[in-house]
């Protein structure tokens, strides 16, 4: 599923802290920490699929509520950011 969200134009976003992001990313996400997520939603285009990854899942989970109440319609948690480099 991550290669055909990808060509669409998918957004990929880890909500991760900016510490937990410096120590290891996946290229091709951006860093938006959950706790500043609420107020960085413009930096998240509504227009694409968006999918969100953490550590483990349960903060990307919270993200996908939030992005869900604030109209984005096509939202996807996959967990642990390690899934990208699979």
């Not at 939030?66 to 109209?71: C, D, E, P, R, T």
């Given at each position: ?16 802290s900016a510490g937990e992001f410096a ?64």
């Amino acid at each position: 599923m991550l290669p055909e969200l990808k060509k669409s134009g998918a957004t990929f976003v880890d909500v991760r802290s900016a510490g937990e992001f410096a120590h290891a990313s996946a290229p091709g996400t951006i860093n938006i920490p959950l706790q500043e997520l609420g107020r960085r939603l413009g930096e998240i285009p509504k227009s694409s699929p968006v999918v969100l990854c953490c550590a483990s899942g349960t903060r990307s989970g919270m993200a996908k509520l939030l992005l869900k109440k604030n109209g984005y319609r096509e939202v996807y948690n996959i967990g642990t950011w390690g899934k990208f480099l699979a």
